[in-house]
């Protein structure tokens, strides 16, 4: 997949995109990586790419020439998405993430000062995207969240390729917790049933914690997954343990 970053500030988008699993699936191929500065579609001497609004009022505005012009030269698949990063969008989930790493390019705008000129969004954008109800300097933080939260489930990212399935919200519940050496910490012990359980034990304690989190601290999201007999049997034990 090709992912395409528009950004007045690039070095911000290259250098956290140099580190751990995204430096990974960039070096083996599974994602090409394009930054682009608006600054470099400008004509004028300045290099200008914002002006102030029409009617007054403060704050600058993104002007609309060179981010169209440089958004167009770099969406080159037919099937690309064109993801501007606003509060005003629609929350992100993993919904979203499953879309976007299906197509075969992404192109991320990051808005910065007071906004973009409302034609780029009329002319380009297919998607506006907010990761969460709170205001940001500008949509390059955002933009790394939802890469990051695509790229890892692109075939070949992850090294467990059943890894990301297993995660928080894929299966509509919360992650059961995880425990690692030594068996007592502080005079905390690993629950009995990973340290001695076998396999469908286990899979069994995973299954009820996966429950009682979700229960606990995302009831929403409990309503909206399919319980079979089995997890309707684990929650019966949850509710009756409380
Ligand atoms: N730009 C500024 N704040 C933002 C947010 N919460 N989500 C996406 N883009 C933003």
């Not at 070949?156 to 917790?177: C, I, K, Q, R, Y």
């Amino acid at each position: 997949m090709r992912v395409d970053v528009v950004t007045l500030f690039p070095e911000m988008i290259a250098s956290a995109l140099d580190f751990s699993i995204m430096a990974r699936a960039r070096d083996t191929g599974a994602v090409q990586f394009g930054i682009h500065n608006p600054r470099d579609w400008t004509t004028d001497r300045h290099r200008i790419v914002d002006d102030t609004p029409y009617g007054g009022g403060a704050g600058m505005v993104l002007k609309p020439e060179p981010l169209v012009v440089c958004v167009e030269e770099v969406t080159t698949k037919t099937d690309a998405a064109v993801v501007f990063m606003t509060p005003q969008g629609a929350q992100l989930t993993q919904a979203h993430v499953r879309r976007f790493a299906s197509l075969s390019q992404m192109v991320v705008l990051c808005g910065h000062y007071e906004g973009l000129d409302e034609r780029v969004r009329q002319l380009l954008v297919t998607d506006e995207i907010s990761i969460g109800d709170y205001v940001l300097t500008g949509g390059e933080l955002p933009a790394l969240v939802l890469i990051d939260a695509v790229v890892r489930l692109l075939r070949g990212v992850l090294g467990n390729e059943t890894s990301a399935l297993e995660d928080s919200f894929e299966a509509g519940l919360l992650e059961h917790p995880h425990y690692t050496r030594p068996p007592v910490f502080r005079g905390m012990a690993v629950p009995e049933e990973l340290v001695e359980g076998d396999h469908a034990q286990v899979r069994r304690w995973r299954r009820k914690m996966s429950l009682a989190r979700t229960l606990e601290r995302r009831p929403d999201l409990l309503a909206r997954v399919e319980l079979d007999s089995y997890d309707r049997e684990l929650l019966a034990e949850i509710l009756a343990e409380e």
